[in-house]
């Protein structure tokens, strides 16, 4: 038997290394030229503790030792205290299909006590019934299109497994189980960080890293064959970036995901600096804030990196309008509408500035009915804030029987639940009955329309 399992082993490491010299880039596969470089999430990597819950649904957890192991292969690239909980066991009808439906997912998080941004929550169930299920990991948003309440999570099933099974034959079940823990454990700190060796969000392309995504492809068999098993480090150039943000770093603390997220964007942008698609995503946040000054610097990278872009030159009239500075208001919406003149977002900013600026010299109520008209048709009347626009504008050229009109119809067209805008809408209603167009307080920030 040992001559034949000798025989069996000699069989193998040639088929692979005939697999292997058949790959020409076998120890790298293509990055992807799309994505962005991507910051290393340093409450984890360089924070001062990490804590970890793990819970099990209906009697399932990691064979074995594969998740301490997994945990103490975690601690060594992490700077600060792990802690591990066990969290309390959850006994679940799972009905036919025996799988946790979302609702009971949601129950169990909101039933963790991890939230901030150096926890984590680890859940062992069958299987799991809701659209993504098979996507292991949810990594935490910090670009404001997450919920910055929730932890890291991990979530490991029999069927999110069941692809590389096949593995058993070479490995056992439990390293299998830690491999894949591991793996998922390390998507918690956004490497790669350099789309040069990414593969896809958070997968690196180097086969002999935990990171590699493709388990059962050509590279990663040949591999996991020669070197008779799975791996379970990260590569020299994940370790290094890791190295690097833990450098960069030191002594800093953040006691929630809100101010993390500030240093994060910032340092998103910093990383892909020719890239419109990062401006936008802090311009996101920014107008959250309100931080007008700051909108306008990203605005004008903006219009260096896209100067045909319309819509640079609409959001930075929208943003000079809302600091109070109309004038620079309508240079920005008339030249929009020089590039394109169906714009209806800019036909809507400039003629709600028309209309409503508070200083007379900026106003021209018969203009703003023109360019408000227009976007109305554009937007087939059903935008309800193009037509309270023209409502305005009515007012402001001093018909106002065609402003109550339409202001009438913007009112009937707003959606349930939009609460803030009908009290505004009802309140311009009031002031065209009475005979008053409506002018914007001459105080920054104010802002209704493009």
Same mark, same amino acid.
């Given at each position: 038997?040992?001559?034949?399992?000798?025989?069996?082993?000699?069989?193998?490491?040639?088929?692979?290394?005939?697999?292997?010299?058949?790959?020409?880039?076998?120890?790298? /596969?293509?990055?992807?030229?799309?994505?962005?470089?991507?910051?290393?999430?340093?409450?984890?990597?360089?924070?001062?503790?990490?804590?970890?819950?793990?819970?099990?649904?209906?009697?399932?957890?990691?064979?074995?030792?594969?998740?301490?192991?997994?945990?103490?292969?975690?601690?060594?690239?992490?700077?600060?205290?792990?802690?591990?909980?066990?969290?309390?066991?959850?006994?679940?009808?799972?009905?036919?299909?025996?799988? *946790?439906?979302?609702?009971?997912?949601?129950?169990?998080?909101?039933?963790?006590?991890?939230?901030?941004?150096?926890?984590?929550?680890?859940?062992?169930?069958?299987?799991?019934?809701?659209?993504?299920?098979?996507?292991?990991?949810?990594?935490?948003?910090?670009?404001?299109?997450?919920?910055?309440?929730?932890?890291?999570?991990?979530?490991?099933?029999?069927?999110?497994?069941?692809?590389?099974?096949?593995?058993?034959?070479?490995?056992?079940?439990?390293?299998?189980?830690?491999?894949?823990?591991?793996?998922?454990?390390?998507?918690?700190?956004?490497?790669?960080?350099?789309?040069?060796?990414?593969?896809?969000?958070?997968?690196?392309?180097?086969?002999?890293? *935990?990171?590699?995504?493709?388990?059962?492809?050509?590279?990663?068999?040949?591999?996991?064959?020669?070197?008779?098993?799975?791996?379970?480090?990260?590569?020299?150039?994940?370790?290094?970036?890791?190295?690097?943000?833990?450098?960069?770093?030191?002594?800093?603390?953040?006691?929630?995901?809100?101010?993390?997220?500030? *240093?994060?964007?910032?340092?998103?942008?910093?990383?892909?600096?020719?890239?419109?698609?990062?401006?936008?995503?802090?311009?996101?946040?920014?107008?959250?804030?309100?931080?007008?000054?700051?909108?306008?610097?990203?605005?004008?990278?903006?219009?260096?990196?896209?100067?045909?872009?319309?819509?640079?030159?609409?959001?930075?009239?929208?943003?000079?309008?809302?600091?109070?500075?109309?004038?620079?208001?309508?240079?920005?919406?008339?030249?929009?509408?020089?590039?394109?003149?169906?714009?209806?977002?800019?036909?809507?900013?400039? /003629?709600?500035?028309?209309?409503?600026?508070?200083?007379?010299?900026?106003?021209?109520?018969?203009?703003?009915?023109?360019?408000?008209?227009?976007?109305?048709?554009?937007?087939?009347?059903?935008?309800?804030?193009?037509?309270?626009?023209?409502?305005?504008?009515?007012?402001?050229?001093?018909?106002?029987?065609?402003?109550?009109?339409?202001?009438?119809?913007?009112?009937?067209?707003?959606?349930?639940?939009?609460?803030?805008?009908?009290?505004?809408?009802?309140?311009?209603?009031?002031?065209?009955?009475?005979?008053?167009?409506?002018?914007?307080?001459?105080?920054?920030?104010?802002?209704?329309?493009?």
């Amino acid at each position: 038997m040992r001559v034949a399992g000798g025989k069996v082993l000699a069989a193998l490491i040639t088929i692979s290394a005939v697999l292997l010299e058949g790959c020409a880039t076998v120890s790298t /596969a293509p990055a992807d030229p799309t994505l962005l470089n991507n910051p290393v999430f340093a409450p984890l990597v360089a924070g001062p503790k990490v804590t970890i819950e793990w819970v099990s649904v209906n009697g399932r957890r990691a064979p074995g030792d594969a998740l301490q192991r997994a945990l103490d292969r975690f601690k060594k690239v992490i700077l600060g205290e792990l802690q591990v909980h066990e969290g309390e066991p959850r006994q679940l009808d799972l009905g036919e299909d025996g799988k *946790v439906s979302r609702e009971q997912y949601e129950e169990i998080i909101e039933g963790s006590a991890r939230r901030g941004p150096a926890e984590m929550l680890l859940v062992f169930a069958p299987g799991f019934d809701f659209e993504d299920a098979q996507a292991i990991y949810d990594y935490v948003r910090v670009d404001g299109d997450g919920d910055n309440s929730r932890p890291h999570l991990i979530r490991v099933s029999d069927d999110g497994l069941a692809e590389i099974g096949a593995l058993h034959w070479i490995v056992s079940a439990e390293k299998v189980w830690e491999s894949t823990l591991i793996h998922e454990l390390l998507h918690s700190l956004a490497i790669p960080s350099n789309k040069s060796h990414a593969w896809d969000v958070r997968h690196c392309t180097h086969v002999g890293c *935990v990171l590699y995504p493709g388990v059962m492809d050509l590279r990663s068999t040949s591999y996991t064959i020669s070197h008779m098993g799975l791996t379970y480090t990260l590569c020299q150039t994940c370790r290094r970036e890791i190295k690097e943000a833990q450098a960069a770093a030191a002594n800093q603390r953040w006691d929630n995901l809100e101010d993390y997220g500030w *240093v994060w964007l910032d340092q998103l942008v910093a990383m892909n600096a020719d890239n419109p698609a990062v401006y936008r995503i802090r311009l996101r946040e920014l107008a959250k804030r309100g931080d007008y000054p700051r909108m306008l610097e990203d605005v004008a990278r903006l219009v260096t990196l896209e100067p045909r872009e319309v819509e640079h030159y609409r959001l930075r009239g929208s943003i000079h309008r809302a600091m109070g500075d109309y004038g620079r208001a309508i240079d920005d919406f008339e030249y929009a509408l020089r590039l394109d003149g169906n714009n209806v977002r800019a036909l809507g900013g400039l /003629a709600w500035t028309l209309a409503t600026a508070p200083e007379m010299m900026f106003r021209d109520g018969l203009y703003a009915v023109g360019y408000a008209m227009r976007a109305c048709e554009l937007s087939e009347w059903r935008d309800a804030n193009q037509i309270d626009t023209l409502a305005a504008a009515c007012a402001a050229s001093g018909d106002f029987e065609a402003a109550i009109g339409y202001q009438i119809r913007a009112v009937d067209l707003l959606a349930e639940g939009d609460v803030e805008d009908a009290e505004d809408f009802h309140k311009r209603l009031e002031l065209y009955k009475a005979g008053k167009p409506y002018f914007e307080a001459d105080v920054p920030g104010t802002d209704n329309n493009g």
